[in-house]
């Protein structure tokens, strides 16, 4: 959590959650994700989550409208928030589902809604989790819409001023989910389709994050 509170700072990422900013300027304005159909960024959108105000294992997810998520495969919509608990929470993919989505809220956020303003440096020190880990390291032949990207690939797209989001949010929505592979356990990742990512792509689930 320490290494995710001097990133947020240091890029300026945690600002109030009621101020109105202003998206139009944003690469990622007016795009929508070809899976849900929905914007890929609205004002109720960015996360603000700071990871010094909860403690590991005293945290829950929320929902933007205040709901307790349990742990899932389903990717962040936006606005999702974490909550402090009184109680330790005994089970061991809710702990680590409030880890990921710490970590993933500043990813996303950072991508969606800071780009203009984080260097190629920065977004590699705030995806230095996914790369410890082996997530999305491996690059695509070429850079296009229809590529799955790597981590350092997908800076190159998003600079390029793309009229497409679809090869963002999928990497946004992969990373995430292999986080998971690797640190829910005893967790059934078959989606409804019948496929399961983490058999696909030789994940050991459950081996813990680095």
């Given amino acids: 959590m320490r290494t995710l509170i001097l990133l947020a700072t240091a890029l300026g ?4 959650a009621a101020w109105a900013e202003d998206l139009t300027g944003k690469w990622s304005y007016g795009l929508t994700s070809r899976r849900t159909g929905e914007p890929l960024i609205d004002e109720g959108g960015r996360h603000n989550i700071d990871p010094s105000a ?25 606005g999702e928030q974490l909550s402090a608990t009184d ?16 970590i993933m809220a500043l990813v996303r956020d950072t991508i969606l809604y800071d780009f203009e303003t984080t260097s190629r440096a920065q977004w ?28 350092e690939q997908v800076y190159d797209y998003v600079a390029g001023n793309p009229s497409e ?8 929505e992969e990373a995430e989910l292999e986080l998971k592979c690797l640190a ?16 696909q792509h030789n994940l050991a689930v459950g081996s813990g994050l680095k």
């Fill in 124 to 151: 590699l020190a705030v995806t230095d989790v996914l790369t410890r880990n082996g997530v999305k390291t491996h690059d695509a032949e070429s850079i296009n819409p229809r590529a799955i990207l790597s981590t």
């Fill in 13 to 16: 990422l945690l600002t109030q």
């Fill in 184 to 199: 829910f356990t005893d967790f059934n990742f078959t989606n409804p389709e019948g496929d399961n990512h983490c058999e």
């Fill in 54 to 78: 909860f403690t590991y294992g005293f945290v829950q997810v929320v929902s933007s409208s205040g709901a307790v998520l349990r742990p899932s495969g389903a990717p962040l919509a936006g």
């Fill in 165 to 172: 989001g679809s090869p963002v949010m999928r990497y946004l």
């Fill in 87 to 102: 109680s330790y929470q005994d089970d061991a993919n809710t702990r680590e589902y409030a880890r990921i989505v710490a």
